[in-house]
């Protein structure tokens, strides 16, 4: 029974992803049809991420009121809906309004999931739980490559993957009774609905926290920009057609896939701050081979390298959270971790859409660096103040 409800967890995990990669690898098509800048994407991404913001802040509350598991199905049912009012979409405004509960869809399933494993579960179980994330993010633009490889429009990539997540919403709430099962067998802090919330003044000033947000911003502001702005920057810059380099997107995604699952297997033998450790220096290699001037040969290799290196992070500072800051609190700091990581989501990307209308897009593999410098230097410092 505890088997099958790990693997119902790495299932919500896969409907997590599977919108993420969607709008980065469909943009290069979506801004002609909707006769817009390029750089809106960012403006999608912002509200999206937004969105995302305000439900992880109110996790702790949501989770005392409903559980981790009703809270988790009634997530991806409303990403499922607006991914279908996505995919319907005929005007810019119409993503922008749907964005919303897009956005209110993931923030506190993300939050609420990532605590319950982090509680209850090794690091390798993490890693392998973030694995299905990219199973979901890398399966996104393959669909939606599908479509446009055979003349179809980007809005019945959208579609496809609204059907997918309807049938794995209706699988969690099927599974209802597993997770009502596992409260009452061990149940967690977080989860006691007679216990008040701790807030947010409380939960910022903890020792370490701000570093932790700090380091989760950049980590989350440099997969999101990735995410979302490679496969333009192969395209403008490399001279890729639009329908081939759609896939790219899920090289980046895969490579973060396949990282996180051999993760897994080496996570508890080094440890979660060694693992982020070579995690940044995959970094640093894919973005140097992605401005090496040999075509799709090094964007391929360089968005693979970027998706390794990306692999461990996120799991494993999620992870040490409980560790670092005890697990009477892990659920309330982790809830604004995810905030400062949508934060990064949610600028970021939209600062390099001004970077490259106003600039130029070739700036892109800088932007990658700076972010990449500014996330190792606040881990250092978090490690300095906070054991993990």
Known sequence: MIHLLLAIIYISFISLGLPDGLLGSAWPEMYKGFDVPIS?????????????VVSALLCERLVKKLGTGLLTALSVATTAIALFLFSQSTQFWHLCLV??????????????????????YKSRQMSWLHCFWGVGCSAGPYILSFFLVNGH??????????????????????SLPLWKMKTQQTPSVSEKSDTKPIGLKRTVSTKGVKEVMATFFCYCA?????????????VLTKGIPSETAA??????????????????????????NKMVYIG?????????????????????????????????IYPCVIHSTPARFGADISQAIIGVQ????????????ILFGLIADNISIQLFPLFLVII?????IFFLRLNKKAKG
């Open 40 to 52: 809106y994407a960012g403006i999608i991404s912002m509200i999206i991420s937004a969105s995302t």
């Open 99 to 120: 964005g919303i509960p897009y956005g209110l869809g993931a923030g506190s399933v993300d939050a609420a999931l990532n605590n319950f494993v982090a509680i209850h």
């Open 153 to 174: 429009s980007w809005s019945m990539g959208y579609l496809a993957v609204f059907i997918i997540q309807a049938i794995l919403s209706v699988m969690l709430f099927i």
């Open 222 to 234: 440099l997969e999101s920009t990735a995410g979302l702005w490679a496969v333009s920057y192969i």
């Open 247 to 272: 896939g790219f997107g899920a090289v980046f995604y895969l490579g973060i896939t396949v990282g996180r699952f051999l993760n897994g297997f080496i996570a508890d033998k080094f440890g979660d």
């Open 280 to 312: 940044c220096s995959i970094i640093a290699a894919g973005i140097t081979a992605l401005i090496l001037p040999f075509g799709i040969v090094s964007a391929v290799i360089g968005l693979s390298l970027i998706g390794l290196g990306c692999a461990p």
């Open 338 to 349: 995810m905030a400062s990581a949508y934060i990064g989501i949610t600028t970021m990307p």
């Open 372 to 376: 990449l410098v500014l996330m190792t």
